[in-house]
């Protein structure tokens, strides 16, 4: 099924041009009313002129579509399940990340998501694609009824051009976002009038009861992880990426939040991939998205120019705090949500690399983490049973008036460094993962931009930026492969004693602890004791070698 296409221009009753389109095949697909009107691929002028008649809807001072997402303004693991189906319940990793639904309440979701699309007086389609490997691309159809979902869905993917809209044909899967509407509490399994569903089988996913944008484009990437190791034998991964200009050398960073994977990928001198959602193919690295969706709290030009130079015409703002005469946005306001956003495409940042692949695999592969407890080194070389280990734990801490509740620095694992988006085992990625830095001969780092000298608590010191960027210059240049280490007891880590541009003193914890080596052992064998709790939930899937290469407490 193509999409609609435009067949003639007129002039409408107020003077103004206009397009006459060809009924869209969706009216009957749908079952819609002979008065509903289809907004098929739309570009973003249209969509912000439907999106300002949307309640609370505005343009910012720079020209971006300002909206809001009603009261969920983040995502919902919780309600987040995948349909206990055939084709696809013996691969999926069942738990507390991925809840059973089963298909009699997909259906009736499914329905109810239909209904109320049916009821609308304007609907938007957009037709793109995940994954920019064409070999690999999936084609993705998202249907809506907010002109905010629709230009966040179009930056986000892949835009196709138009010859290739007139053969998209049908879509390989299907986002029904109905977000307005709630689900039906009384269904089976059900916790609240929120529901994000995933059927492997029909490839669809259905959303009721969040506006949250976020929820389509995470929904694509769990996709992702499901059909890329099982279709293509491709690795799916949460990560940021860049490439250098003048070598042609691919890194890979991972990260959770506040790790600096965005900030550390965005390098002058190197030109950027993708900033959050990459598969590894025996190809090399492609980036799934067309688009970012950056973090906007605190945002200002000095600290990330490319971000804040991103936020014009064509970008959309989620929930921000803006002065309601001059549509001038405070970025330093979390009035509605900290998680203000802000999506825009991937070729608004000077330095990306378009099309956003590279033909070349991984050459270092970096592991990011902001340990607050002041224990590990600013960076440290891994074995490949080492990056397995730590690959699989995902360690970070997270920091006081992050989330609610949290008041102070406490230590965080996300298996993958993505483990609400998993749908396998995290041991199948990890594997992968490892077999390719092997096959490839990448170098693999953990790379620390938390603090030294003491914990957070008792007044350590955050690793300075310059010296974590030095660090990065010498993984990139080869430089630190080629100086002395010395192994640091417990975690059994590889640390450099030497490093360019980096005071040798401070590579090792050991050396600048405050407080003694007898406080620093206390605390080393605080961390190696979650660390060993944390990994018990995947031992009974790690190999004997994997699960050794964790630290001793």
């Known amino acids: 099924m193509s999409p ?36 098929h691929n739309a570009p973003p002028p249209t969509l912000y002129e439907d999106g300002l008649l949307e309640k609370g809807t505005t343009i910012s001072s720079t020209g971006a579509l300002m909206a809001f997402s009603g009261k969920k303004t983040g995502r919902s693991p919780k309600d987040k399940r995948i349909v206990d189906e055939e084709t696809s319940s013996h691969e999926i990793w069942w738990g507390p990340v991925n809840k059973k639904v089963d298909e009699l309440t997909w259906k009736i979701s499914r329905s109810r998501a239909l209904d109320y699309l049916r009821t609308r007086e304007k609907l938007f389609v957009v037709d793109a694609y995940a994954g920019w490997d064409t070999r690999y691309r999936v084609k993705v159809r998202i249907i809506c009824a907010r002109a905010y979902h629709a230009l966040f869905m179009t930056n986000m993917l892949i ?39 995933i059927n492997f089988k029909a490839m669809e996913m259905v959303i009721l009861g969040t506006e949250y944008a976020g929820e389509m484009k995470k929904g694509i990437f769990t996709v992702m992880f499901y059909l890329m190791p099982i279709k293509h034998k491709v690795l799916t991964l949460h990560s940021s990426c860049n490439q250098g200009e003048e070598k042609g050398d691919v890194t890979l960073f991972f990260g959770l939040s506040g790790t600096g994977k965005t900030t550390l990928s965005a390098d002058p001198h190197r030109k950027l991939i993708g900033d959050d959602e990459h598969c590894w193919s025996d190809n090399g690295v492609f980036n799934i998205e067309g688009g970012c969706y950056a973090k906007c709290l605190d945002l200002s030009a000095e600290k990330e120019p490319e971000i804040f130079n991103s936020i014009k015409f064509g970008a959309i703002l989620e929930n921000v705090v ?51 407890s002041g224990v590990l080194p600013p960076v440290s070389k891994l074995t490949n049973a080492q990056v397995m280990y730590h690959f699989i734990s995902g360690y970070t801490s997270k920091m006081a008036g992050t989330e609610e509740g949290v008041t102070e620095p406490e230590a965080t694992f996300s298996a993958c460094f993505g483990q609400p988006f998993l749908v396998l085992h995290p041991m199948r990625y990890a594997q992968q993962l490892s077999d390719k830095i092997s096959q490839h001969n990448a170098n693999a780092w953990l790379l620390n931009t938390g603090w030294s000298g003491a914990s957070v ?37 590889n640390v450099p004693k030497s490093c360019p541009g980096v005071p040798s003193e401070i590579l ?12 620093y052992k206390a605390e080393v064998s605080a961390l190696a004791a979650k660390f060993n709790e944390n990994f018990k939930k995947y031992s009974d899937q790690a190999t004997a070698e994997v699960a050794a290469a964790g630290p001793v407490a």
Not at 347 to 360: E, G, H, Q, R
Not at 473 to 492: C, M, Q, R
Not at 508 to 519: D, E, F, L, R, S
């Open 159 to 197: 835009r196709p051009t138009e010859e290739e809209l007139k053969t998209f044909g049908e879509p390989d899967f299907t986002i029904y976002n109905a977000g307005q509407f709630p689900a039906n509490i009384h269904t089976k399994g059900m916790t609240s009038n929120t529901s994000v569903e």
């Open 508 to 519: 090792n914890p050991t050396k600048v602890w405050n407080g003694g080596i007898t406080a």
């Open 457 to 493: 608590a008792k007044g350590g010191k955050r690793c300075p930026l310059k010296y974590t960027r030095a660090i990065l210059d010498a993984i990139h240049s080869g430089e630190l492969s080629k100086v002395e280490y010395e192994t640091l007891p417990n975690f059994n880590l």
């Open 322 to 372: 803006y002065d309601p005469f001059t549509k001038v946005v405070n970025y330093d306001a979390a009035n509605v949500t900290e998680n203000t956003r802000c999506a825009y495409p991937i070729d608004f940042i000077p330095s990306a690399k378009i099309p956003c692949l590279a033909d070349t695999h991984p050459t270092n592969i970096v592991l990011l983490t902001c340990d607050a």
């Open 4 to 39: 609609p296409t435009a067949v003639e221009s007129t002039i409408n009753f107020e003077g103004h041009p206009s397009i006459k389109y060809t009924q869209d095949p969706l009216v009957e697909q749908l079952s819609l009313g002979p008065d509903v009107t289809i907004r």
